[in-house]
């Protein structure tokens, strides 16, 4: 028996280069399935109205305060950065349409996605991570319950949602934030403020981060309940499926930012 | 000692030739089993035998690489996922955790299941039926409490309220008593013996107990090296001069005493 012990640790020791890359190939492979699972319940009645709902909410109320202060510093603090840059040339009254552009275009869906997976992703791979370990989802299977339409699809349709209500809310916060900022300095008014930040924003600006939020929200989500859904090895699993959905969508959402502003810069 | 259900009765859960592999691991291989109307059967097995294994194959949870298994008339790989669904709510399933679900309170892991199964209860009718499983398991006056705050043993017991509650004909106990104390223990086998008669159930209940094994069961078998070795009631089954049976007998006294 110990024998059979060393020599399993040994072939754990022995996993190749070749291996590792088989290993990889088959989570995509996994990753793949798990999304394809998730198209074909999202779409196919019976639907978790309510369960859906209630994600959304759960969604919006625990990321709406740090939005909400992150989104307002960063409009006060960008506002604050560029200044200095712009009255060189005398062109302070460029701010507001400087900045509205960069935190629509690309801040408010960053900073959005960014702290919704800290907030929200971890908490997806923690909570489906422990019910995972402690047997709370084979229970519900056995108890007549879906437990991947009630449990994933809620949540991923709940993140894929919200974060462009998220992304629109912290740009309209961010904006409030320069908004200050600029009127305490530069006397602007609201109405010329609100004017000059908008004349230079497309409806493709706006399309495109709103499209940007959705495919966030979507990686925050299925990143979370894909690694939630699969911890294993009791507490450990958990902490680390929490962690690295944070680490993953991280890198992904980044990963989506590069491809998505490649393509809209090729359609302006 | 409880005595044995004659056998002309109709099988509820059939299992022939049952093998299942993880990977290298060969956990159960070709297990026959048969549980009667009415029938209490305790399967005895060391830690790692494949006893959860052997239940989540039963429910569904787990699939087999090979044999039949037919719970209450059906072979379970002809269902389809809305049949199979629909076989389990005739089936309880106590985990061996407990597995309440931890964010809701009990009252809200009772309603669950019948929720999300009997769309048009009233609240009214929502009420007294978790109140009289309560009842029934010793524990009303935890209706309001989180799981967190129940002790391992009422954990148990909630746990087999959220099945009783949908009023199946089959029970699946995954250790009852495990790491909990003799005189819960007392309890919880006696609460297994009311629900057999109260519920009608036919169950099966896994364990390493011997206690357990002698108070709930009809019938004991004992699952070793992945084979059903020995079946009987608790004297014709430790009678037995297999020396992986007698020493699972004589460790059992030992820790006790
Ligand atoms: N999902 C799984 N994947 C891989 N191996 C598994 C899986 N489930 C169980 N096993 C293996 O099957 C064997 C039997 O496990 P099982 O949980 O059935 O044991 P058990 O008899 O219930 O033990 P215990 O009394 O400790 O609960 C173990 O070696 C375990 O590692
Ligand atoms: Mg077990």
Redesign the interface.
């Known amino acids: 028996m110990a024998k059979d012990i060393r020599m399993d640790q040994q072939d754990g020791q022995a996993k190749t280069f070749g291996d590792r890359i088989m290993d990889f190939f088959a989570s995509l492979f996994d990753i793949y399935k798990f999304i394809a699972r998730f198209c074909k319940e999202a779409f196919t009645a019976p639907f978790e109205f309510r369960e859906t709902i209630r994600q959304c909410f759960n969604v919006g109320y625990k990321s709406l305060a740090i939005i909400t202060l992150t989104g307002f510093i960063t409009g006060i603090v960008f506002t604050k950065q560029s200044r200095p840059s712009l009255s060189e040339f005398g062109a302070t009254s460029w701010l507001p349409s400087l900045i509205s552009i960069a935190l629509i275009r690309a801040l408010a869906p960053l900073i959005t996605a960014l702290i919704a997976a800290g907030k929200i992703g971890s908490n997806i791979g923690a909570?489906l991570g422990?019910?995972n370990v402690?047997?709370?989802i084979?229970?519900?299977?056995?108890?007549?319950?879906?437990p991947f339409r009630f449990l994933v699809v809620s949540r991923v349709l709940a993140t894929t949602f919200m974060l462009p209500v998220l992304m629109v809310y912290a740009g309209f916060i961010g904006l409030m934030g320069a908004f200050l900022n600029v009127h305490q300095n530069e006397l602007t008014s609201f109405t010329t403020f609100i004017h000059d930040a908008f004349t230079r924003i497309s409806f493709l600006d706006i399309f495109a981060s709103v499209f940007k939020s959705l495919a966030y929200g979507f990686t925050i989500g299925i990143t979370g309940c894909f690694l939630g859904y699969k911890a294993s090895q009791g507490t450990v699993g958990v902490g680390r499926a929490a962690n690295s959905t944070v680490v993953a969508s991280m890198f992904l959402i980044f990963i989506e930012e590069m491809v998505i502003v490649q393509i809209v810069n090729y359609m302006r | 000692m409880k005595e044995t259900i004659s056998h002309n009765k109709e099988k509820v859960i059939s299992i022939e030739n049952l093998s299942k592999s993880f990977g290298k691991i060969n956990v159960l291989n070709e297990v026959n089993l048969e549980v009667y109307k009415g029938e209490n059967v305790v399967v005895l097995g060391r830690s790692g035998s494949g006893k959860s294994v052997l239940i989540k194959i039963i429910s569904g949870l787990i699939k087999k690489d090979s044999g039949h298994v037919a719970v209450l008339g059906k072979e379970m790989e002809s269902l389809d996922s809305k049949q199979l669904q629909e076989l389990r709510l005739h089936i309880g399933f106590s985990f061996q955790g407990s597995a309440l679900y931890d964010g809701m309170s009990v009252r809200e892991n009772l309603e669950f299941p019948l929720i999300r199964n009997k769309r048009n209860l009233s609240k009214k009718e929502l009420t007294e039926s978790v109140e009289q499983v309560l009842h029934d398991v010793g524990l009303l006056q935890t209706i309001d409490q989180m799981p967190s705050e129940l002790s391992g043993g009422q954990k148990k017991r909630i746990g087999i309220a959220r099945t009783l509650i949908l009023k199946p004909e089959i029970m699946l106990y995954d250790e009852p008593t495990g790491g909990i104390d003799p005189i819960t223990c007392v309890e919880l086998n006696n609460l297994i013996n009311k629900v057999q008669e109260q519920y009608n159930t036919s169950s099966i209940i896994i364990t390493h107990d011997l206690t357990c094994a002698k108070t709930t069961g009809n019938r004991i078998a004992m699952l070793i090296d992945g084979k059903i070795e020995r079946q009987g009631n608790f004297d014709e089954v430790f009678a037995s001069e297999d020396p992986r049976i007698r020493a699972f007998y004589n460790y059992n006294f030992i820790t006790r005493s």
């Open positions: 909570e422990s019910m402690t047997e709370q084979d229970a519900m299977e056995v108890s007549g319950t879906n």
